[in-house]
């Protein structure tokens, strides 16, 4: 019996630890995804009930998440209509609340392509954010809740109205649990609320984990919200994706703990391999490099830039992930192909082969 109790205990252990390796590799999770791996004790129902009762697909986390992704329609809604605050009721100290922007720091905001849809004048110079905010270790942190669809449109409606969305009283689970029961009636109340609770706490970890996490159901109420960070800049957003598909690819590096096998890659766009050409056109032998930054994966290369011209060389030690090399002159370097749109296609060429093929064309071009 204890020895039974032990296998079991590490194998939901097993698959926490899964899911917090979706959650730090993942840009994003869906409602869905929040429920992976959700463990029997959560609920007595099983997985074929869920199918038939609630999945939309063969999933039983499609099946399970639906009361969930109920929930949040709910909770948006009373947000916007009733102008309350909501607890997250697996933490004191995380709610869904309103921040305000005003006169100049809305205006601001305005100049930068925040509140497209918000009139100046109907709006009285104030704009409304929705905020996720929790509790890091030393000061309390706060992620955007986007909305789509009609909750967006009532948002919009109501700051264009003039109308004041300042929160006065509070609001928990508990508050609404009966409405949402009414829709799950299927469902013990107490184990309704186990499901809504345990995608709280997924959806509570996974944003403190810097993920993305998207809620959206047409299912008995219509709710698309995301919270995590959105900008209006496309070069901006594209940034925040690299920055964070880097994390993940060091991330997995370091838990595959694979080898260091010495080599660092270089990524050249076409108009830094130009000026390349130019610099090394008489080199036989060595090969210079002026202002760039090795790296230590070729995959990061390959999302750094649309197309990119990619060497790699060797090193004695290990240097990091990346370092700076304002010239470095490299005897060994090997041409290994090219990145198109972060796709790596191979070649045979030598960088020697390179330079000739490279002032062909330009000659070409003169001509």
Request: a positive charge.
């Amino acid at each position: 019996m204890y020895l039974l109790h032990g296998i079991e205990k590490d194998l939901v252990n097993h698959l926490n630890q899964l899911l917090n390796m979706r959650m730090l590799f993942n840009h994003g999770l869906s409602a869905d995804e929040i429920f992976t791996n959700t463990p029997d004790r959560i609920t007595t129902k099983t997985r074929q009930w869920f199918k038939d009762n609630y999945g939309d697909n063969s999933s039983r986390e499609d099946g399970i998440s639906t009361p969930f992704r109920y929930c949040m329609g709910v909770i948006l809604n009373k947000i916007l209509d009733e102008k309350l605050r909501f607890k997250i009721p697996v933490s004191n100290k995380a709610y869904i609340d309103f921040e305000v922007i005003h006169e100049d720091l809305f205006e601001l905001y305005k100049q930068r392509g925040a509140f497209p849809d918000i009139d100046f004048i109907e709006s009285d110079f104030t704009g409304y954010y929705l905020r996720y905010y929790y509790q890091a270790k030393h000061y309390q942190k706060k992620v955007t809740v986007y909305l789509g669809g009609d909750l967006k449109k009532k948002l919009i409606n109501k700051i264009n109205s003039g109308e004041k969305l300042y929160t006065t009283k509070d609001f928990t689970l508990d508050d609404i649990l009966n409405d949402v029961h009414q829709q799950f009636k299927e469902l013990d109340k107490r184990e309704l609320k186990q499901i809504l609770l345990h995608g709280f706490r997924r959806m509570h970890s996974a944003i403190m984990y810097g993920c993305y996490v998207s809620i959206a159901t047409t299912r008995y109420i219509n709710c698309y919200a995301f919270f995590g960070l959105l900008s209006t800049n496309p070069i901006e957003q594209a940034n925040i994706y690299t920055f964070r598909k880097v994390k993940k690819l060091r991330k997995i590096d370091i838990w595959k703990r694979t080898l260091f096998d010495n080599y660092y890659y270089i990524g050249l766009t076409p108009s830094l391999l130009e000026k390349w050409v130019d610099v090394n056109k008489g080199n036989r032998v060595f090969t210079t490099f002026e202002k760039i930054t090795p790296l230590r994966l070729l995959e990061e290369v390959c999302i750094k830039a649309q197309k990119f011209y990619i060497f790699r060389f060797k090193v004695k030690k290990w240097r990091g992930y990346m370092f700076w090399e304002d010239k470095i002159k490299i005897r060994d370097v090997e041409y290994i192909g090219e990145s198109n749109k972060g796709v790596f296609s191979k070649t045979d060429k030598s960088w020697q082969q390179l330079i000739k093929d490279e002032m062909k064309n330009k000659n070409i071009k003169n001509e």
